[in-house]
């Protein structure tokens, strides 16, 4: 066997491992007793140091030295790019560091969880300070003298840099503020009444993410109280969840990570546990998932689909005909909730929580004053206060985990879908025809051409730009955001 071949077929173990431990938190998130949790922690924290002592194994270094010396094609330069990527990387991290990360995080979510059901920040605010403080020296250690903070954004979107997104932002943040306030001063949308039995929903939601190309044979939908999809291959399972009064909330939750998991399911298979066979980036992810629920699944073509679906489901829920009935589903308004907020508003949750994992990770911002920042920046860019911690700083998951760097690609994914969807509708003329059927055939096998298919190949940057034919930039999404908003909410 090649230098290659050997290097290849401990990263397959090695990204086998890594499924592995995707599984455990599967299903920690999903069935996992109550109780277990200490013990999970255990497991985690072990699979972890295996995991990485695999990635700094010291003849990964001469696999590569040798590897890279052969003449290699795409695939196999583009693997090797990830390889050593990973290598050097996890090298900077020590197996104690990494290992307490791991054990550190599935205590804390749980601490997390408790604070958040007793509104109680003061609670979780040293929990914040040691998994912050873990994180910092990772991301000193990645950064090698560097940027901590890009070093930590890189994990999520390689080569991406705060400078340039906060720039990117920095252009977004304004329209979004006036769209919003615009739109808030306008006619209220008309509301869903009634209640929807949760088993119904969970029907509709099977049926939906089949639309979306999600095969069920390789995969779940699960309950769990925050969305999530987890896996690669073919075993690529998603969750959502249920509330009585607010189907959307399922429905559309589901359309998201199905997005995820078809991009996932998508990869070609000869990429399997291997590093092209994942998505290549957060924002890149994201925008799979964004298109899929934002563009296509509330569009007023396939919303006037699903309002006879829904009809025929639930019956008569007290919305009068598909017009009525799209603007419920755009409907802007007040709310705290990330994951509740609107195409317009989602993106001002985000650039907050930018800022302020920034102010965290450079230390000009302590823990136990985050409660307070949070709520000051809320008033400036909502115009209300935030009430309670859990409808606050307390809402989202990802900083109890160490997920610094994370948030950003969300918004990164929105603007690669506004881009995206441009392209999509000139290769897909009839697309709204489609979409007005309930078909979204068409739409994701683009997607799958262009962007899913390849996995890791191309790096995200480049391949949103071969995708598109041109470099992503902000202004699609604010275009499409401007022109969406200002027809439902048009100026008084």
């Known amino acids: 066997m090649s230098a290659f071949d050997d290097l290849m077929a401990h990263q397959r173990q090695t990204e086998a491992l890594a499924q592995i431990a995707g599984r455990l938190s599967w299903d920690r998130e ?33 696999w590569l030295e040798t590897a890279e010396d052969a003449p290699l094609g795409q695939v196999a330069a583009a693997q090797l790019r990830h390889i050593r990527r990973s290598f050097e990387r996890t090298q900077r991290v020590p197996e104690h560091l990494a290992t307490a990360l791991a054990r550190t995080a599935a205590l804390s979510q749980g601490k997390w969880a408790e604070a958040r059901a007793t509104d109680d920040y003061a609670a979780f605010a040293p929990v914040l300070a040691e998994i912050l403080a873990l994180k910092r020296e990772e991301g000193a250690a990645l950064a090698e003298g560097g940027d901590v903070y890009d070093a930590m954004l890189d994990d999520y979107e390689p080569e991406a840099k705060a400078a340039d997104l906060d720039a990117m932002f920095g252009a977004l943040r304004p329209g979004l ?204 860019d909502f115009g209300y206060q935030v009430p309670r911690a859990s409808l606050g700083c307390l809402q989202d998951v990802h900083w109890s985990v160490g997920l610094f760097g994370y948030f950003p690609t969300y918004s990164l994914g929105n603007v690669y879908a506004g881009c995206l969807a441009v392209a999509l509708r000139r290769a897909v003329p009839d697309l709204d025809a489609e979409l007005a059927q309930g ?8 997607l799958r051409e262009t962007v899913q298919q390849h996995g890791g190949l191309y790096p995200p940057r480049e391949l949103i730009t071969r995708a598109c034919g041109t470099a992503p930039s902000e202004a699609p999404l604010m275009a499409y955001l401007q022109e969406k908003f200002g027809a439902l909410y048009p100026a008084q």
């Not at 013990?39 to 700094?56: D, I, K, M, N």
């Open 30 to 62: 999903t069935v996992m007793p109550c109780g277990a949790a200490a013990q999970r922690s255990e497991e985690t924290g072990a699979l972890h140091a295996v995991l990485h002592a695999r990635r700094t194994d010291p003849r990964i270094g001469d």
């Open 177 to 380: 503020i006036a769209l919003r306030e615009s739109a808030l001063a306008g006619t209220p949308a008309p509301q869903l009444s009634g209640r929807f039995d949760v088993t119904a929903q969970m029907q509709l939601a099977q049926q939906l993410a089949a639309l979306c190309g999600y095969d069920m044979t390789r995969g779940r939908l699960d309950k769990a109280v925050h969305p999530f999809s987890s896996g690669s291959g073919d075993d690529v399972r998603i969750t959502t969840r249920t509330a009585e009064d607010d189907p959307f909330n399922c429905l559309y939750s589901t359309m998201h990570e199905a997005g995820h998991a078809v991009y996932e399911q998508s990869i070609d298979p000869a990429y399997a546990l291997t590093p092209l066979g994942a998505g290549v980036s957060m924002g890149v992810h994201e925008s799979q998932s964004r298109i899929v629920e934002n563009q296509l699944g509330r569009s007023r073509a396939f919303t006037g689909w699903l309002y006879g679906r829904m009809r025929d489901v639930f019956g008569d829920f007290g919305i009068d005909g598909e017009d009525a009935f799209y603007a419920a589903v755009n409907s802007l308004h007040r709310g705290f909730i990330r994951a509740e907020a609107d195409e317009v508003q989602y993106n001002l949750h985000i650039l907050m929580r930018f800022d302020l994992e920034r102010a965290l990770v450079a230390g000009d911002l302590l823990p136990a004053d985050l409660e307070a920042a949070w709520n000051d920046r809320f008033e400036a």
């Open 439 to 446: 078909n979204m055939a068409s739409a994701m096998a683009w």
